[in-house]
């Protein structure tokens, strides 16, 4: 008996250390006469924990503490890089201790406090600062911040696969977008979905009588898949799972009940395939993804929902494409690539007798991403189906009800470009450029039947408008004007440019001219950079954001410097390593075109950018810091190590990979670039006027990044606005959020450019 006794205790004591130890502890060790906050964040449980360490006066926040052992509450922390050590014992509410550094031995007691919400509470600006912010942006304007950045009353039209109803979004006075159908027979309405407290953030039709619909909290990315009938009834949570990433993968048009959806359930870092039940949520797993060292990143099935083949990422850095033998069941490997070239299926080939037949997306034969006919089972091209010498090739399409009829091949250069095939679509295209000449255009939805079809039309002057299109009739009905208000003879010109940079290589890119500059004055510009970096690029059409800035009277750059996707595979490996150099050469460059056509004022230009585009707003005002009059960081980078040690679970077994965009950190050689090109240790260059921008909840660049910049500058005697928001992640979704922001920024950019 008193063993067992001795068991209970044991596990009570064991229950209590881990219950107690994690948690935010925070202390001052007291330096040549002045006191020095020393702050560290535990987190885990029964003996595996992770610590990160912050020293706020210093503008240092997140550092990532290399060794953490907790055991007969005795305490011991390492930060072996800085060369600091923390031994400390548990008694009640305090730890009782010593900090090292550098020969020195100096006594810290670390006390338990909450923090609640994420990041540090006390660096936001206050909302009374902000909006004396805003009050600089004075003039008679013709068009508000809500003008450009309210949400439209209706949008993201879709049809019914019968062709019977049409969904849409519609806003009410509270700014929620709720789902409703629209019988088309009748004109009966009812509200199908309706969004409350988190914002539905995608939905669509999964067959005649349901809807799908996905949600996180907050901007977590936790996205969870919801389905309800298309009169509201049998609401329901099909992946009730906490902390699980859902996304659909497949839905079912020959099992209308089912989808295919993906799920890091079993384990976060990884996604397995599950057929799932939208009436009832019943979940059948359909592959195992176990190699959780070399996963599997994609999986292809075909229309009837058999796995056909799956991508594996070998060692972060190598593809296996694996393909399924019809005859034995058993997946062979096909192809082995390097991660960053291009083998993927658009679609099999219905058409065709042979079931394994398939039209492939690939750049292994060149440098442009082409299509080709695949025979996957012998592992051959049958024939080159579609390329560009100048762009890669993004998509194609097949008619489902013509037998899989080849419709169209689609790119994008300096616009998007539709090149179409069939008798079929070169009459619907025809149709459609000829009724809407210089605009461009996309198919929304169309019914299964192709009776009916959605037509966006849109232009760098037209925010979108949607026409319902009748192939029997063949006549254009407009549906919906998404911004009425906002007319096409008042807005910006976006202009495709294109330059030499300092090395030789052509950089595309555009730039939005307000009025004044084509009447030749020289106006102040926004500098753009885009996120990603690698494989994202900005695109030609209506930007919210660049026409609002050009009705303020600012021209908006935005370059596709090296990296960026849809140039080639050369032009994206130009970029690798060269994050914070080569890439901001490109941008620099482009702002030097844009001076050399006289365009603009070069004493007054800002930068501005989120995620990438924020981390390349502080590298530009630490790298040029003459360039640039003020900048303003959206989700951005600070500090290069803290952003690796702060990746989300699903993000880890990518990491080998972004040592090859970004650096390698464990090559000293590659640290030390990276530390150059981390604007939290350049804090001293950055000599202008910026502005910080966070989603709390962020995933993907943590709320200590920004932290970290703002504690260091303030530390430094600058005055650094501040705007977080506590209900956002990675960028702000909610309407009210992004109109305090652009009047924020607008606020900042007047009075900093004017």
């Not at 969004?195 to 996205?223: A, C, H, P, Q, S």
């Not at 810091?625 to 190590?641: E, H, Q, T």
Request: aromatic share 14%; proline share 4%.
């Amino acid at each position: 008996m008193k063993y067992f006794l001795f068991f209970i205790l044991l596990t009570i004591s064991i229950t209590m250390n881990a219950q107690t130890i994690t948690g935010d502890w925070k202390g001052a060790i007291e330096v040549q006469g002045n006191k020095l906050d020393i702050v560290f964040h535990i987190k885990g449980t029964d003996g595996n924990y992770t610590t990160t360490m912050d020293v706020p006066a210093q503008g240092a926040a997140g550092i990532p503490v290399d060794k953490t052992e907790f055991s007969n509450n005795k305490l011991n922390l390492k930060v072996t890089a800085a060369g600091i050590a923390y031994n400390g014992d548990l008694a009640g509410d305090a730890i009782t201790g010593n900090f090292e550094q550098a020969g020195m031995k100096l006594p810290l007691i670390l006390k338990k406090f909450e923090s609640k919400l994420p990041g540090n509470t006390s660096l936001p600006s206050t909302k009374e600062d902000l909006d004396k912010l805003a009050d600089y942006d004075k003039g008679n304007f013709k068009y508000s911040v809500a003008d450009y950045f309210a949400r439209p009353k209706a949008s993201a039209f879709q049809l019914s696969p019968n062709g019977k109803y049409m969904a849409y979004r519609e806003k009410d006075a509270n700014n929620k977008r709720h789902v409703f159908v629209k019988d088309l027979a009748t004109g009966k309405v009812i509200k199908a979905i309706e969004e409350k407290e988190e914002l539905v953030r995608t939905y669509g039709f999964i067959n005649d009588d349901r809807l799908f619909y996905t949600m996180d909290k907050g901007g977590d990315e936790n996205y969870h898949i919801y389905a309800a009938n298309i009169d509201g009834s049998n609401p329901k949570d099909l992946t009730p799972f906490d902390g699980v990433k859902a996304s659909i993968l497949n839905i079912l048009k020959e099992q209308k009940d089912f989808v295919i959806v993906s799920l890091n359930k079993n384990n976060k870092q990884v996604f397995e395939p599950y057929k799932l039940n939208v009436n009832t949520g019943e979940l059948t797993q359909l592959f195992e993804n176990k190699d959780i060292a070399n996963p599997i990143q994609g999986y292809e099935f075909d229309k009837a929902g058999e796995l056909r083949g799956y991508a594996k990422l070998v060692n972060g850095l190598t593809n296996e494409f694996y393909y399924k033998d019809l005859a034995t069941g058993e997946f062979k490997l096909l192809k082995k690539t390097d991660w960053d070239d291009s083998f993927g299926i658009l679609s099999f080939n219905y058409a065709s007798k042979n079931k394994d037949e398939a039209y492939v997306l690939t750049n292994l034969e060149g440098d442009k991403t082409k299509i080709v006919l695949y025979d996957l089972k012998n592992n051959k091209k049958i024939k080159d189906v579609f390329a560009n010498p100048s762009f890669d090739v993004s998509g194609m399409h097949l008619s489902r009800k013509r037998n899989y009829e080849l419709d169209y091949f689609s790119y994008e250069g300096e616009k998007d470009v539709v090149v179409p095939v069939s008798a079929f679509y070169k009459d619907l295209h025809t149709r459609i450029t000829n009724k809407f000449k210089g605009k461009q255009y996309g198919i929304a939805d169309f019914d299964d039947n192709e009776n009916k079809f959605l037509i966006y039309v849109t232009s760098d002057k037209l925010y979108g408008t949607y026409y319902e299109y009748d192939n029997k009739t063949k006549k254009f009905t407009l549906l919906y004007d998404l911004m009425p208000q906002l007319k096409e003879a008042d807005m910006a010109e976006m202009r495709p440019i294109k330059f030499k940079s300092r090395d030789g290589k052509m950089i595309y890119g555009y730039i939005t001219l307000p009025k004044e500059a084509l009447q030749g004055k020289k106006v102040p510009l926004i500098v753009n950079p885009h996120g990603g970096p690698q494989g994202i690029r900005d695109s030609w059409g209506f930007n919210p954001e660049t026409q609002l800035f050009a009705s303020r009277g600012y021209a908006t750059l935005q370059v596709n410097f090296r990296i960026s996707g849809g140039y080639g595979k050369e032009f994206l490996r130009a970029g690798f390593k060269q994050i914070g150099r080569k890439l901001m050469d490109d941008v620099e460059d482009g702002v030097k075109y844009a001076i050399q056509q006289g365009w603009v004022n070069k004493n007054k230009i800002a930068i501005y950018g989120g995620s990438h585009g924020g981390y390349a707003t502080l590298m530009g005002l630490v790298k040029t810091p003459d360039l640039y009059a003020c900048g303003v960081d959206y989700v951005g980078v600070a500090n290069i190590f803290t952003f690796f040690s702060s990746f989300p679970e699903y993000w880890k077994p990518y990491k080998e990979m972004v040592k090859q965009i970004w650096y390698d950190l464990d090559n000293p050689e590659e640290a030390k670039i990276a530390k150059e090109v981390s604007p939290f240790y350049q804090i001293d260059k950055i000599k202008k006027p910026l502005f910080v921008v966070q989603g709390a909840n962020d995933p993907r660049v943590n709320i200590n990044e920004s932290d970290q910049i703002v504690t260091a500058l303030r530390a430094k005697g600058y005055y650094v606005p501040y705007f977080v928001k506590y209900d956002e992640g990675h960028g702000f979704s909610k309407e009210e959020n992004r109109l305090e922001l652009y009047k924020y920024m607008l606020g900042f950019f007047a009075k900093n450019l004017k």
